[in-house]
């Protein structure tokens, strides 16, 4: 049975720094480029990056490059989204998932495995 964990997620005022981390199991983890997603208050499920599978490689969206950084521990088989610079509508639930053999898909259909998000609430 796979299993996707998030934690970390929280209170923070605009301009500070949350990490958060997802703790995989019942998988073979190194296979999957694992993906972070968010949802906002009445907003779709957005692509915030992704971490690959093959190379460690990274990729973000725009509205986040440069202030979010993913990596992974596959040793740990856990992935982690350091966020900094939050602002105010950064804030949502944020998804892990993961894609066996992915390929940075910017889609929430590519992804098989969801965890049960953490909420990530910016203060202004």
């Known amino acids: 049975q796979v299993q996707l964990v998030e934690s970390g997620g929280g209170l923070v005022q605009a301009g500070g720094s949350l990490t958060l981390s997802c703790a995989a199991s019942g998988l073979t983890f190194s296979r999957y480029t694992m993906g972070w997603f968010r949802q906002g208050p009445g907003k779709e499920r957005e692509f915030v990056g992704a971490?690959?599978?093959?190379?460690?490689?990274?990729y973000y969206a725009d509205s986040v490059r440069g202030r979010f950084t993913i990596s992974r521990d596959n040793a740990k088989n856990t992935v982690y989204l350091q966020m900094n610079s939050l602002k105010p509508e950064d804030t949502a639930v944020y998804y892990c998932a993961a894609d066996l053999y992915g390929n940075y898909d910017v889609s929430p259909s590519g992804y098989k495995y969801w965890g049960q998000g953490t909420q990530v609430t910016v203060s202004s």
């Open positions: 971490v690959s599978w093959r190379s460690g490689n990274t």
